[in-house]
């Protein structure tokens, strides 16, 4: 009778294990252990205990009964205990630095494949409906809905907000640009002071702001040469002839052709770049002149009146908005990018270039270091550049925003089909998410020229892992519903997909026409002011860390800087000398910002990262229903998933930016760092996520 209990316990252990239910498959292989006389089975219980402790992360435990095992086992469990061990004492050692576990499949053994023979019939069930679930339909059923046969174009915005965006966002650009060229200027001198035998850089003790100024101007007015010469000669952009548009595409040939003709304009140069993903944007040039670039994969992923309301919006936008400050914007941020992009590129080469033994004229204990001096080197100074395009970038964002909203309104304007507009923006974000999987990793072209693409790559993986399992109206319903969406977005580039798609349905409406997508209008914002103010002192419980370490920095900085002054101010009056020189104290006051931001990371880091407690409904969930689960990022889960670990290889990747898990319900985008933060990322030899780039991995965080 327990020889028999024991082998169904083994049975329902193997399948509770196949299936990722580690905490039930202990229990049953604990079970085993208990009941079984049986020494062959006793071992494949032992073996299958440590297998699913060591599936489940529970190093500790596995590795103890690893030690349990090599002393009182027979000699094949003694020689299987030892390998599996130094096998589990690498993986915790890696674990416990990235938060990564290669997921190295392990052979069972004879006993095991004869007892899964025997699983239950009871629980055939659930891994039907588990397979059928995760059985994603890849097409997209469109209903094609018509556009208008006549219309009359819509009435022209008000470009005040824009000029409003313009003025905050480019000052706040230039206040950033102007202090982080200060810091490094000084942060340098103060090194060289420090360094032996250097002396400091005499220039850098001048204020550069002028010279800064001045050469912004240049670069913004230089930004159409800029922005040609990368594409050909670093993303390979081709002219595109227009009787190949005209040809593949006639609609959209003629519209262009039709437009700026009566408008008086320029007919817009073409570009094509040698990419799969579906990318469109354009550039100011000279006059009215404007230049778009296409891709091969939009051309082969979207039709003719899709394509048509795409160029619209691109020709409108040169015609009725201020588009030199979208392009000297975008020019100025492929300075740092390019830097990042060729630095770790050439340095991946020059690093594999160097012969691993050293030439006969140097000594070995000298070329030794040599080759890893260089890949550092060039690993520090390119993720430099790319720290300083992230932060370049995030005041830009809202510049770049806001021009995607107008693009959308004077595109429907033109070509009274709002339908196809709202099909084109859904096929670039599944096609962005198409291409990134099939390249494993992100193209630099899509990363570089992101703000200006009608779609966010990363709202396309998003969107798209969703669209396999749901309804495309279910996802932007759930993303309309989110009354705090527009404040969680506020440093992204692009504006939310179901409020673009609700405004061009609503013209659709207004139309009469049928509509592409029958969705719920989105939570609407507060018009009232004091009703914005409410809402977004109630948002703060919902920011990401940096967000809300940024708004307590701002605002409780400002409040402590006050309260100070005012304390120095009442001091001087009544004569007290200890507390009136905080009137005078501007570098102290205005450090209190600072001190506040730090101090707000520090203390909400053990609340946005809490101690890993992996249940057995978080590991490895499904994937899809967890995005639409979660409702902001305070909402705080620890999670355990396995999939494939896709993203740039090399030192261009030292940094976590391009880190995508692969999974069998969904693909999402990983953010990793150090214990040291990102500091630890840039130190050599330090371990990182990124050496486990095309591997099956087994992920643990929040």
């Not at 529970?58 to 086992?73: D, K």
């Not at 490094?184 to 090194?191: G, I, K, S």
């Not at 003629?254 to 990318?279: D, H, M, V």
């Amino acid at each position: 009778m327990n020889a028999l209990s024991a082998e169904n316990y083994f049975s329902a252990g193997e399948q509770f294990l196949n299936a990722g239910n580690y905490e039930d498959a202990i229990a049953q292989f604990q079970k085993v252990c208990e009941l079984t006389t049986d020494p062959a089975l006793l071992s494949s219980a032992q073996r299958s205990l440590i297998l699913a402790y060591e599936k489940s992360g529970n190093f500790e435990e596995a590795i103890r009964l690893c030690q349990q095992l090599q002393t009182q086992g027979n000699l094949q469990d003694q020689v299987w205990a030892i390998q599996q061990l130094n096998q589990l004492n690498q993986v915790q050692n890696l674990s416990n630095v990235t938060g990564f576990v290669t997921d190295t499949p392990t052979e069972s053994s004879p006993p095991q494949q004869e007892l899964m023979s025997e699983t239950p019939q009871g629980n055939t069930t659930d891994s039907i409906e588990t397979k059928t679930l995760l059985s994603p339909d890849s097409e997209i059923k469109w209903q094609n809905a018509p556009k208008a046969e006549t219309w009359k174009p819509l009435k022209p915005l008000s470009l005040n907000p824009l000029w409003r965006r313009i003025f905050l966002s480019l000052i706040t650009f230039f206040c950033l640009l102007d202090a982080s060229l200060k810091l490094f200027m000084e942060a340098t001198n103060m090194l060289l002071v420090e360094l032996p035998s250097l002396s400091p850089i005499q220039i850098f003790y001048r204020d550069p702001t002028w010279a800064l100024t001045i050469v912004t101007i240049i670069i913004f007015l230089a930004s159409p040469w800029l922005l040609a010469a990368c594409l050909k000669f670093f993303y390979h952009c081709r002219i595109f002839r227009l009787y190949k548009l005209t040809t593949a595409y006639p609609e959209s040939s003629k519209f262009l052709q039709t437009y700026c003709r009566t408008s008086k304009i320029p007919f817009p140069e073409l570009g094509i770049l040698p990419s799969n993903a579906p990318l469109i944007f354009s550039y100011r040039q000279f006059s009215d002149n404007v230049k778009i670039i296409l891709s091969e994969g939009l051309l082969n992923q979207v039709s003719d009146e899709e394509l048509k309301t795409l160029l619209a919006g691109e020709v409108a936008v040169t015609r009725y908005l201020p588009s030199l400050f979208f392009t000297g914007a975008i020019a100025f941020l492929q300075i740092p990018y390019l830097l990042y992009f060729q630095i770790s590129l050439w340095g991946e080469r020059f690093y594999q270039w160097l012969p691993k033994r050293s030439p006969r004229f140097i000594p070995r204990w000298i070329w030794r270091d040599i080759p890893p001096l260089v890949r550092n080197s060039s690993a520090i100074y390119c993720n430099f550049f790319y720290l300083a395009y992230s932060l370049w970038k995030l005041p830009l964002n809202w510049l770049f925003q806001i021009q995607h909203s107008y693009r959308d309104y004077l595109s429907v304007s033109l070509t009274g089909n709002p339908n196809a507009k709202v099909r084109a923006l859904i096929k670039i974000a599944e096609g962005m998410k198409e291409e990134i999987e099939a390249q494993q990793q992100t193209p630099f072209v899509i990363e570089s020229f992101n703000p200006l693409f009608p779609v966010s790559y990363r709202q396309g993986i998003h969107f798209g892992t969703l669209s396999q399992y749901f309804s495309l109206e279910k996802i932007l319903n759930w993303e309309g519903s989110q009354e705090l969406r527009h404040h969680l977005n506020w440093f992204h580039s692009h504006p939310l997909l179901s409020d673009r798609a609700w405004n061009l349905l609503k013209l659709a409406k207004a139309y009469k026409l049928p509509l592409e997508l029958d969705i719920e209008p989105p939570t609407p914002s507060e018009k009232d002011f004091g009703k914005r103010l409410q809402k977004l002192l109630r948002a703060y419980g919902t920011f990401p860390i940096f967000q809300a370490s940024l708004y307590m920095g701002i605002t409780l900085g400002i409040f402590l800087r006050l309260t100070l002054w005012i304390v120095g101010f009442i001091s001087s009056q009544f004569d007290i000398f200890a507390l009136a020189w905080f009137t005078d104290a501007r570098t102290f006051l205005s450090a209190c910002i600072l001190f506040i931001f730090s101090l707000s990371l520090i203390l909400w880091t053990n609340h946005y990262f809490p101690n890993l407690k992996i249940s057995s409904a978080n590991n490895n969930p499904l994937l899809f229903q967890w995005l639409t689960t979660i409702n902001h990022p305070q909402e705080v889960y620890s999670l355990r998933i396995n999939g494939q670990l896709f993203g740039r290889s090399g030192v261009s990747n030292w940094l976590g930016q391009d880190l995508i898990l692969k999974t069998e319900t969904g693909t999402i985008f990983l953010h990793t760092a150090s214990r040291l933060g990102m500091i630890g990322n840039l130190l050599p030899n330090f371990p990182r996520p990124n050496q486990f780039i095309q591997q099956p991995v087994i992920v643990s965080g929040w």
